[in-house]
């Protein structure tokens, strides 16, 4: 089979296959039931080889075998025990690298999630409410108006956030408006992220009616 | 006749006069017509506070040299590594850049071996230049990131907050917590599942174990699965990571022990499905679909795939609740979700239900954390605001406190 012959193929099985994941709009069916479990046979295969290739190769077989650095043996060992679970005897000791995992997971994203989600978050915040805008009255006001709205709803937002002090009178009003601002955050959010993905499905329905059209065509003919 | 050989003679004696000209010239001459000067000011430093990989190297044009107009085509760094007995080209910069002088960062090199360098000079002509090699100088690895103490001194803020607080709740301190109306439906969607005699479906997001909101959704799954093992129903935990597929399995039967219904615990019910973002979801639709679950729990870390999941959940009739940090994904679990849990309430959701003193305690040691975090900003927007009033700069000293300073 040539190359052209090839993706003539490939683009009508993945044409057949998007109509299948599409078939799902209507109800379950065995043709969506066959691309479902293509996708995930296909995924599973893909990843088990990806990580042979990209993961045991170079860090375990390259590093221990050919370099000598024993050290990497370690996590391998660690990934190993892993697969005492597959006798009920022995299956405690897969907690020893879920243990590990847990621990150095938790451990290693504090200091980062506090750095960018707070630390970053307090920076960005701590803004003048007044703005001057040189030679400009309507600038400086729109401006100012701008950063106390910026302020403020941050301040509202984390206000909803607290979850010792009931929502109620003041904190209540202060928080109701940190939700409203959360809201339209998200309300701007939505639309940005829908007209993303109206760009996906015109992708898809431009291969339908563009490349998997055409190599029917070029089956037939 | 006579007359035109003797012009001739003449011009060719005119000719041969300019050509002994030209060839003298060429000696008298200054060299530097045709040879090139040396790079000056060669300068290697170690760069502070990093892992002991990186020298900084910088050097300024030759004498002479104007943006590479002046004959000079490019300057090359030689590094010599140790071990090694001649200097290899590491860098070239083409003398056309408009730079003063030349910065390099020589990276991927080894903390505490000795490197030497020098910089050639490459005339149009192919003549060369070097500069002498600098004194050999070693990479230093630093123990301590000082640009990271602001980072530091928050996280021993907020861990002795929240051992504070445990402690506290430890030795009986009542802890308020307000009502989080996503987290009391849990009990709600549970209790319905029951009623119908139909499974749960928790999704524990798509991410990896390092991420806060998977964990924070392993934490919920356990206080999940014990009021389903309480309620003797089923539960149907899909999992697309690999490592956090056994952990999910750990925490649901070790939730199905505490509860007392340990045999009612079924270890295919917690299962991997594949590392493929968008066949995960075809699978997890198609379970939805097949299954019929009566609650669906979309609780951690989501991507494109979450409207697919909510909209398939809200299509099979299930009580949804999703919770999630990912605010890209949220919008989508409001509009198709009948609850959702918003953010830092995630985080909270395992102590609002488990009530457990310990968890209570973190979430107590949070808010204040929260409340400190309120505190700071109103004071830095205050001193911001007095700074422009008053054309000053009281303020910086406290903006350099909190400021993030990037580097390695």
């Given amino acids: 089979m040539d190359a052209t012959a090839g993706s003539v193929v490939w683009t009508l099985v993945g044409g057949v296959v998007t109509l299948a994941i599409f078939s799902f709009l209507y109800k379950d069916n065995p043709l969506y039931k066959l691309a479902e479990h293509v ?74 999630s506090l750095e960018s989600r707070v630390l970053k978050q307090i920076e960005g915040t701590m803004a ?69 993905r109206v760009s996906l499905l015109i992708g898809r329905i431009q291969f339908l009616t563009q490349d998997w059209w055409k190599a029917i065509g070029q089956l037939f003919s | 006749m006579g007359e035109i050989v003797a012009t001739l003679t003449a011009r060719r004696s005119f000719v041969g006069s300019l050509c002994f000209l030209a060839v003298l010239s060429l000696f008298l001459l200054p060299a530097s017509a045709w040879a090139v000067e040396p790079a000056l000011d060669l300068t290697v430093k170690d760069k502070p506070l990093d892992a002991g990989e990186v020298l900084k190297i910088a050097f300024s044009r030759a004498s002479g040299d104007s943006l590479g107009r002046t004959g000079i085509v490019r300057y090359e760094l030689l590094r ?51 500069t002498a090699p600098c004194p ?73 174990i390092s991420d806060v909101a998977t964990i924070a959704s392993l934490n919920i799954l356990g206080q999940v699965a014990k009021k389903i093992a309480q309620y003797q129903t089923r539960i149907l935990v899909p999992n697309r990571d690999p490592i956090v597929f056994p952990v999910a399995q750990d925490v649901v039967k070790e939730a ?98 488990g009530r457990e003193p310990t968890l209570l305690g973190t979430l107590k040691g949070q808010d204040l954390f929260k409340m400190v975090c309120l505190g700071v900003i109103c004071l830095g927007v205050l001193l911001m605001t007095l700074g422009v009033i008053f054309r000053g700069k009281p303020y910086d000293d406290i903006l350099q406190l909190i400021t993030v300073r990037s580097g390695s």
């Avoid at chain 1, 400009?136 to 010792?164: E, K, N, R, Y």
């Fill in chain 2, 256 to 353: 199905f022990i505490e509860a007392g219904y340990p045999h009612n615990y079924r270890s295919d019910d917690v299962y991997f499905v594949t590392n493929d973002q968008f066949a995960y979801a075809a699978a997890v639709c198609g379970t939805m679909v097949r299954e019929k679950p009566g609650a669906n729990l979309f609780l951690g870390m989501f991507y494109a795939e979450s409207l697919v999941l909510a909209e398939t959940g809200a299509s099979v009739g299930a009580i949804q609740i999703a919770g999630t940090d990912a605010i890209s994904q949220l919008p989508f679990f409001v509009t198709a979700c009948d609850y959702t849990i918003i953010g830092e309430e995630l985080y909270a959701a395992s102590a609002y239900i």
């Fill in chain 2, 136 to 208: 050999p100088t070693a990479p230093r690895r630093q123990w301590f990131f000082t640009n990271k103490l602001n980072t530091l001194v928050a996280t021993a803020i907020f861990c002795a907050f929240v051992l504070g607080f445990i402690h506290a709740a430890r030795r009986g301190r009542p802890m308020f917590i307000r009502r989080i109306a996503g987290l009391d439906a849990i009990d709600e969607a549970v209790g319905r599942c029951t009623e119908m005699g139909k499974p749960t479906l928790y999704v524990p997001g798509i991410s990896t």
């Fill in chain 1, 39 to 112: 996708a995930v046979g296909v995924s599973v295969g893909f990843l088990m080889v990806n990580y042979y290739y990209t993961v045991f190769m170079p860090k375990v077989w390259d590093n221990v075998v050919h370099k000598g650095q024993f050290d990497y043996l370690i996590p391998h060992i660690l990934g190993l025990l892993l697969y005492s679970r597959f006798v009920p005897k022995w299956g405690w000791v897969s907690r020893l690298s879920l243990a590990f995992l847990l621990g150095a997971g938790s451990g290693m994203s504090i200091a980062p």
């Fill in chain 2, 80 to 130: 010599q590594a140790p071990g090694e007995a001649v200097f290899k080209v590491a860098r070239s910069f083409a003398a056309s850049q408009r730079l003063g002088r030349f910065t390099y960062d020589d990276t991927g090199l080894k903390p505490g071996k000795h490197y030497q360098y020098k910089v050639r000079t490459v005339g149009a002509d192919g003549f060369t230049a070097e």
């Fill in chain 1, 128 to 196: 003048s409410l007044v703005v001057w805008v040189p030679g400009d009255a309507w600038g400086t006001i729109l401006q100012t108006l701008v950063s106390v709205f910026l302020v403020g709803g941050t301040i509202a937002c984390l206000v909803f956030f607290l979850f010792s002090v009931e929502h109620k009178g003041k904190v209540g009003k202060l928080a109701y408006f940190g939700r409203l601002c959360i809201m339209a955050g998200f309300g701007a959010s939505f639309g940005y992220t829908v007209m993303a």
